[in-house]
């Protein structure tokens, strides 16, 4: 007879196991001993990626959300190989009859045609330009970007349009495409937010295992900087008695590699995460698994999500209130956010139809 194993941690993920909540399941999965050990060997074996393809016949995705500061994205990959366990994406995979915790990760789909997509949605003539944000949902800099260059291929179609784009990401592979944001930087054009949640390597390696080390996203920043490109920090998501006691130095080693402006997010469990995190709390920090669990719950109106606009990235109560003025001083001591972040439309151009058409001026 096989017994069901326990989940636990695997080296190089993020996610404990495939959750078992999923809300769309049309089949359910277990770790089981089958007497021979292989389901033992598997946990210790790393865990492959598996790149597929998205064929989705568009490439921007509208959003209506108030408390967000744009209305449109690209999102070049669904799934994330980062393996952030907070992740709030996660949640899109069940809707691939995939799990959002360890397939996440693991099955990755890139949309190759994303910039010849583009190309043509920005030709329509009804096309009127705003601010593209690349990396809203999953990251544009994931590591199947450096093979697949397709966030690249994205930037030198919204380029060529002199179309306003924002990026957030984890990653320094985003100092690669310094040449092209950099010009548009100069023409008000582009900004990047480098999202640093902690400068622990040890707890970075555990929170977001396949993203680059906190030290090498500030260099990636210094870099875009000395680039022309304007740049900040993102430090999402603060969590309660893991990483919120850094808040303060974060901003200010931002500052240090030259960041202008800064933002943070609350950690945030909607759907599959909240049993995910639990999972991860478990494995990693059992000791504070109900301490932080409750704090999330206090600032969330007894719950472990609040899906309500205006509150949902800050939470509510007296830690999020804390929290929110720490951020505001910190930001007032090192010069954050002094600028405007508004960016230039009227230089829109609609680019060719065709990419292999030549412009007759």
Request: charged fraction near 25%; charge should be negative; proline fraction near 7%.
């Given at each position: 007879m096989s017994d069901e194993l326990p989940d636990q941690a695997r080296k190089g993920r993020g996610a404990v196991s495939n959750a078992a909540s999923a809300r769309f399941p049309q089949q359910d999965r277990a770790l089981v001993d089958d007497g021979w050990d292989s389901a033992l060997e598997d946990l210790d074996a790393p865990t492959q990626t598996i790149v597929g393809r998205d064929a989705s016949r568009t490439a921007i995705t509208y959003n209506q959300s108030p408390d967000v500061p744009f209305d449109r994205s690209i999102n070049p990959y669904k799934g994330c190989e980062h393996g952030c366990i907070y992740c709030f994406a996660r949640p899109t995979h069940a809707y691939l009859d995939l799990s959002p915790g360890l397939d996440f990760e693991t099955q990755i789909f890139a949309k190759e045609t994303a910039a010849e997509l583009l190309r043509a949605e920005l030709a329509k003539p009804s096309y009127e330009p705003a601010t593209i944000t690349l990396g809203a949902n999953t990251d544009p800099y994931q590591p199947v970007e450096r093979e697949k260059r397709i966030t690249r291929s994205i930037l030198e179609v919204l380029a060529e349009a002199n179309h306003p784009v924002c990026i957030v990401t984890k990653s320094a592979l985003v100092a690669r495409d310094a040449d092209i944001l950099g010009e548009m930087g100069a023409k008000g054009l582009a900004r990047v937010m480098l999202s640093i949640t902690t400068q622990d390597r040890e707890l970075a390696r555990t929170l977001e295992p396949r993203a680059t080390t906190?030290?090498?996203?500030?260099?990636?920043?210094?870099?875009?900087?000395?680039?022309?490109?304007?740049?900040?920090?993102?430090?999402?998501?603060?969590?309660?008695?893991?990483?919120?006691?850094?808040?303060?130095?974060?901003?200010?080693?931002?500052?240090?590699?030259?960041?202008?402006?800064?933002?943070?997010?609350?950690?945030?469990?909607?759907?599959?995460?909240?049993?995910?995190?639990?999972?991860?709390?478990?494995?990693?920090?059992?000791?504070?698994?109900?301490?932080?669990?409750?704090?999330?719950?206090?600032?969330?109106?007894?719950?472990?999500n609040d899906s309500q606009w205006g509150t949902r990235l800050r939470g509510e109560g007296e830690y999020a209130d804390l929290l929110e003025r720490r951020f505001k001083l910190a930001c007032a001591k090192h010069g954050l956010n002094r600028l405007g972040t508004a960016q230039r439309t009227d230089l829109f151009t609609p680019p060719a139809k065709d990419s292999r058409q030549m412009s007759m001026f």
């Open positions: 906190p030290e090498r996203r500030f260099a990636a920043l210094r870099q875009l900087r000395e680039a022309g490109v304007p740049a900040g920090v993102l430090t999402a998501p603060m969590i309660p008695a893991i990483n919120d006691h850094e808040l303060e130095g974060l901003l200010a080693a931002a500052t240090e590699a030259g960041a202008e402006s800064a933002g943070y997010v609350l950690l945030r469990l909607p759907h599959e995460i909240k049993d995910l995190f639990a999972e991860w709390l478990d494995a990693h920090f059992p000791d504070r698994k109900e301490r932080v669990l409750n704090r999330v719950q206090a600032m969330r109106g007894g719950k472990m």
